[in-house]
């Protein structure tokens, strides 16, 4: 007991360093904390003791459902009214680029085709807790911010679905049972928005009645880890399930003004432990062997984030400044791409490691270096005089 104590101490007292260095350095506090995660884990110093492996499932289904949850506020009914064309059109050719040129530019380099696949659409995953913190960071209000919050909010959403396709394609592929992965994928989404709407109808219902005012903190913690809990426990994204009742008591809601501001009171710690372990979760024992794979799927995913984004939002008639920073943007990978490589991994053994290798390695390099891709994005655009201005 008292090692995880001192462990929670010490993590929260790395915390405070980094919001320290960030305020001196202007870099985001995520890509600072992810560093310090890899400083403080097995490839740098291994101060980490044996008691936090267990944590880190823990931790980010509760701080990924909370982020999840605020986000599901972008897809409220004004937001939709004022962003809707260019959230749903830039959130799909994202996606959809990312796939073709992650899977095209892996095949031309000699990788296999069904791994290639799998990759692309790991790569599709983006982090909705990163874009979230740098936002609020940064404290952008304007309409880029509002435009990144609603792509982030239903970024997955698509990942996920277009995942599952490709799941059931790669088994086509090779052979599998794709009727078994075509059900999967549709419980997997299925049952994600099922959980989110048996927490969040209830709560639409219910906060704010208890007290007069907006919602307390017990109100909101009710909501995160009955979501969190019941997604793990049917095995479906929580994430997901968490947008889906964030939506609802956005929409529905009608005894207090906002959604549930009490869990950004919360958010922080555990967002805090979650960056951390993330990046202490980086291993270079299979970089040497993975070393040209690693550094073709940096590339791509960046290069389909660029050309994607530019492409939805001229699609949208957006202005120059979104068609040009929107992509770069949403260039962070979280946990989602991990869950997604494990997935994988269990229905094509023979390409569990190098999967599940490539995920956690990319995701712990996106996580370090898309925060400050995203910051560049979001203060170019809330500074510009004029929104069609460089």
């Known amino acids: 007991m008292h090692l995880t104590l001192i462990t929670l101490g010490a993590l929260f007292l790395v915390g405070l ?18 560093l310090l995660g ?5 490839v740098g110093l291994n101060f980490l003791p044996a008691v936090t492996e267990g944590w880190y499932d823990f931790v980010a289904s509760i701080a990924l459902t909370m982020v999840a ?37 892996l095949v031309l380099l000699g990788v296999a085709p069904v791994l290639a696949l799998l990759l692309a659409g790991i790569a599709t995953a983006t982090d909705p807790a990163a874009t979230e913190e740098v936002i609020r960071q940064t404290r952008a209000e304007g309409h880029f911010s509002g435009v ?8 997955d959403a698509w990942g996920l ?34 959980v989110g709407i048996a927490v969040g109808v209830p709560a639409a219902a219910l906060t704010g009645r208890l007290r007069p005012g907006e919602p307390q903190q017990a109100e909101a913690l009710v909501v995160v ?64 062997s993975y070393g040209v794979l690693i550094g073709a799927y940096l590339v791509l995913r960046t290069g389909a984030r660029l050309v994607g984004g530019w492409l939805g939002a001229r699609l949208a ?40 290798n490539m995920a956690i390695i990319t995701t712990v390099l996106f996580e370090i270096l ?13 500074s510009a005089q004029d929104p069609d201005a460089l």
């Open 38 to 42: 890899v400083l403080i884990g097995p």
């Open 69 to 105: 949850f605020l986000l599901g506020e972008a897809l409220s009914r004004e937001q939709i009214k004022t962003h809707g064309r260019e959230i749903i059109r830039i959130s799909i050719i994202v996606v959809l680029v990312t796939v073709a040129l992650v899977f095209g530019g």
């Open 317 to 356: 008639g957006s202005t120059k400044t979104v068609r040009i920073w929107i992509g770069a943007a949403l260039l962070p990978q979280a946990g989602v791409a991990v869950g997604m490589a494990l997935v994988a991994g269990s229905q094509f053994p023979a390409l569990q490691e190098t999967i599940l």
């Open 17 to 34: 360093v980094a919001d320290e260095l960030g305020r001196r350095t202007r870099l985001p506090r995520v890509t600072l904390l992810v």
């Open 148 to 155: 990144l919050k609603g792509i982030v909010a239903i970024d």
């Open 370 to 382: 898309g925060p400050i891709a995203t910051r560049l994005a979001i203060v170019k655009n809330e």
């Open 225 to 288: 880890f009955l979501c969190a809990g019941f997604a793990r426990w049917i095995e479906v994204s929580y994430l997901l399930a968490g947008i889906t009742a964030g939506t609802i008591v956005a929409n529905f809601a009608r005894h207090h003004k906002s959604t549930f501001r009490e869990i950004e009171f919360l958010e922080w710690p555990f967002m805090l432990v979650f960056f951390l372990l993330s990046g202490a979760m980086l291993h270079t024992d299979h970089w040497a």
């Open 161 to 194: 679905i277009t995942f599952s396709i490709i799941l059931a394609f790669a088994n086509f592929l090779t052979g599998n049972g794709v009727q078994t992965s075509i059900l999967h994928g549709l419980f997997e989404i299925a049952g994600a928005v099922a």
